[in-house]
């Protein structure tokens, strides 16, 4: 994988970066991201860029957490709902036997045999 070098622009300053071909585009929207919450911080008062940084490095962070909580719950979710699902399936078999065995006793008019699957 060879590294090629890509300029950005983070808070107003251009910044040389070092990424593959196949990260680039990743690392692009990332300081895209980035710049877009420093300059929100800046906006919101803090004059310095160091503490617009790293508000900035916090508002994501709490983002990610977020993300990931929310990831886990459906997790969780989705177990409960495998479970579920699973429950239901056995439900839909019995209830299939059960028409099964109707259908066997079952005799249209004028036919006196049972019906036969």
């Known amino acids: 994988m060879s590294q090629q070098r890509i300029e950005v622009s983070l808070a107003?300053?251009?910044?040389?970066l070092a990424t593959s071909a196949e990260h680039e585009p990743l690392l692009r929207a990332?300081?895209?991201l980035v710049d877009e919450q420093i300059q929100l911080a800046i906006n919101g008062g803090n004059r310095s860029i160091e503490?617009?940084?790293m508000m900035a490095a916090l508002k994501i962070a709490g983002d990610l957490i977020t993300l990931q909580k929310n990831?886990?719950?459906q997790s969780t979710s989705s177990n409960m709902s495998s479970d579920e699902?699973?429950?239901?399936q056995g439900e839909i078999r019995a209830?299939?036997?059960?028409?099964?065995?109707?259908?066997?006793?079952?005799?249209l008019p004028g036919s006196?045999?049972?019906?036969v699957p």
């Open 12 to 16: 107003g300053q251009k910044i040389t």
């Open 30 to 32: 990332a300081c895209v």
């Open 51 to 53: 503490r617009a940084s």
């Open 71 to 73: 990831q886990s719950q």
């Open 85 to 88: 699902v699973t429950r239901l």
């Open 95 to 107: 209830l299939e036997d059960q028409v099964d065995a109707l259908m066997q006793t079952l005799s």
């Open 112 to 115: 006196p045999r049972p019906i």
